[in-house]
């Protein structure tokens, strides 16, 4: 609970951002799948493990909770001989054989492949994605895009991307990036993360510590403008994932944020900040405190 408007976004923020224990269970996990590769996947051995980083919201601190997954990007080098005789034109195989090995060794009881990634469920906690990828000599890396064949892709990159716009922007935007997910969150989850995090780093060329007025930027800014380019360069538009119909589904609720925000600040500009906390409730969900 909070008496002002301001107060009640510093909660919101410390009950929803990623922290320490959070930090302390990913980095434990990470270990305990990178123990399980090193050994199947040995130094000298034609299919050998490089490396494991979290990646994704939890690797660029952008996450927002609840925190459902933890992605790991895992590095393997492969054999070229055995790269052309048994992945290059597989990308299954290779995410199948992954898969196997950590059913064989790990003590995680369910398995599965989903697609570009394995998938760990444990019995409690995050499931942990385990994004096995190939780094190209051209740059970036190959992963499984879930039919045989291979796309492109460099997390390493994305991370890099919003360091460097968080850096520019004061420090400020992985915390906005963090409240404006919980938008996402309570309004159907329309948007993938990432496309979230990327239209935000988009946005601003300066942003402070209100986080009230930004969102109104925000929401005014990528009304009808949802396209945004990989910064990575490999990707091309992320928006592409989204239909006609999903795409105006996002412009309304834009919209409907934008007009809310307008309502919020002018409550919060006559000091009637009961009224603004309820209706920054309406737009950042259950999760947002309530007045008092």
Do not use: C
């Not at 895992?74 to 790269?83: A, I, Q, T």
């Not at 969150?185 to 990432?194: C, V």
């Amino acid at each position: 609970m909070a008496l002002t408007t301001a107060a009640a976004f510093t909660k919101f923020y410390d009950d929803i951002k990623e922290d320490t224990t959070t930090t302390t269970f990913v980095t434990a996990r990470r270990a305990n799948v990178e123990s399980v590769l090193q050994q199947a996947f040995p130094s000298g051995s034609t299919m050998e493990f490089i490396s494991a980083k979290v990646m994704g919201s939890l690797g660029r601190h952008t996450a927002s909770r609840p925190f459902d997954d933890i992605d790991l990007l895992v590095h393997l080098h492969v054999d070229e001989s055995l790269w052309q005789s048994s992945y290059m034109r597989d990308s299954s195989n290779f995410l199948y054989r992954v898969r196997r090995v950590l059913n064989d060794a790990s003590s995680v009881k369910k398995i599965g492949a989903r697609g570009q990634a394995v998938r760990m469920f444990y019995t409690s906690g995050p499931v942990v994605d385990v994004a096995a990828v190939v780094k190209y000599t051209t740059g970036g890396y190959g992963i499984p895009d879930g039919a045989g064949k291979w796309i492109t892709t460099d997390p390493l990159e994305h991370a890099a991307y919003m360091n460097r716009k968080n850096e520019a922007l004061g420090g400020n935007l992985k915390r906005f990036v963090v409240i404006a997910k919980q938008w996402n969150k309570a309004h159907s989850s329309r948007l993938y993360s990432f496309h979230v995090e990327m239209m935000a780093a988009r946005t601003f060329s300066s942003l402070g510590t209100n986080d009230r007025k930004a969102l109104r930027i925000f929401f005014d800014h990528n009304l009808y403008n949802l396209s945004v380019l990989d910064p990575a360069g490999h990707g091309g538009d992320i928006s592409t994932y989204l239909t006609s119909t999903n795409k105006d589904d996002v412009n309304t609720s834009l919209r409907a944020a934008r007009d809310k925000v307008d309502s919020a600040l002018a409550a919060e500009d006559r000091d009637d900040h009961k009224e603004a906390i309820r209706l920054w409730g309406v737009i950042l969900g259950s999760r947002f405190p309530s007045y008092g």
